[in-house]
T-cell receptor, first 111, second 117 residues
Framework: LAKTTQPISMDSYEGQEVNITCSHN???????ITWYQQFPSQGPRFIIQ???TKVTNEVASLFIPADRKSSTLSLPRVSLSDTAVYYC????????????FGSGTRLQVQP | KAGVTQTPRYLIKTRGQQVTLSCSPI?????VSWYQQTPGQGLQFLFE???????NKGNFPGRFSGRQFSNSRSEMNVSTLELGDSALYLC????????????????FGNGTRLTVT
């Protein structure tokens, strides 16, 4: 089971870049790394997914080192609306493995 | 495409009763999974269905069960409700080409808020 560890909370200011790191020491060879964003009373929303090196889309970048035992979600120039909980998910239910989310990182963006 | 739809949005039940929650996945998605979210335990996986078959299951008692229909819609049932079952129940669907693939992102509904009194 790929257990993930993330910081419980982070604070930032509008316009800054925010980097959230997730540790996943026992990631399996076939596991992808996926990040989700969740606002209160809503379901998590997919942000980005990657396997190795760097992935970028219109909202975020995902950096994965060669050993793949950690990953970093990078949010450029955050705004107040980025205040949310961010979850890292490693693996996606291969075979009989459960889909296990970490405890999430609560990001608070201040004006 | 319409997103994942969960009904009802809110539900209040009494201890000992049973409840059925419904989830309609995104059109074309054959996988549906269920999660329980509480402030203390976070997001916990209940089970996943693919083409009407349960593919994997989390660590929950047998009071929690589910099923998936031929149109991919899914229901989750909790029997003999306990106070600790109060939670936000989330459903997610994903597009899997086959039962052995697993890396497609999850698409969540906004959940059913269950309160047990």
């Amino acid at each position: 089971l790929a257990k993930t560890t993330q910081p419980i909370s982070m604070d930032s200011y509008e316009g800054q870049e925010v980097n959230i790191t997730c540790s996943h020491n026992n990631i399996a060879t076939n596991d992808y790394i996926t990040w989700y964003q969740q606002f209160p009373s809503q379901g998590p929303r997919f942000i980005i997914q990657g396997y190795k090196t760097k992935v970028t889309n219109e909202v975020a970048s995902l950096f994965i080192p060669a050993d793949r035992k950690s990953s970093t979600l990078s949010l450029p120039r955050v705004s107040l609306s980025d205040t949310a909980v961010y979850y890292c998910l490693v693996g996606a239910g291969t075979g009989r493995r459960a889909l296990t989310f970490g405890s999430g990182t609560r990001l608070q963006v201040q004006p | 495409k319409a997103g994942v739809t969960q009904t009802p949005r809110y539900l209040i039940k009494t201890r000992g009763q049973q409840v059925t929650l419904s989830c309609s996945p995104i059109s074309g998605h054959r996988s549906v999974s269920w999660y329980q979210q509480t402030p203390g335990q976070g997001l916990q996986f209940l089970f996943e269905y693919f083409s009407e078959t349960q593919r994997n299951k989390g660590n929950f008692p047998g009071r929690f069960s589910g099923r998936q229909f031929s149109n991919s819609r899914s229901e989750m049932n909790v029997s003999t409700l306990e106070l600790g079952d109060s939670a936000l129940y989330l459903c997610a669907s994903r597009q899997l080409p086959s039962s052995s693939s697993y890396n497609s992102p999850l698409h969540f509904g906004n959940g059913t808020r269950l309160t047990v009194t």
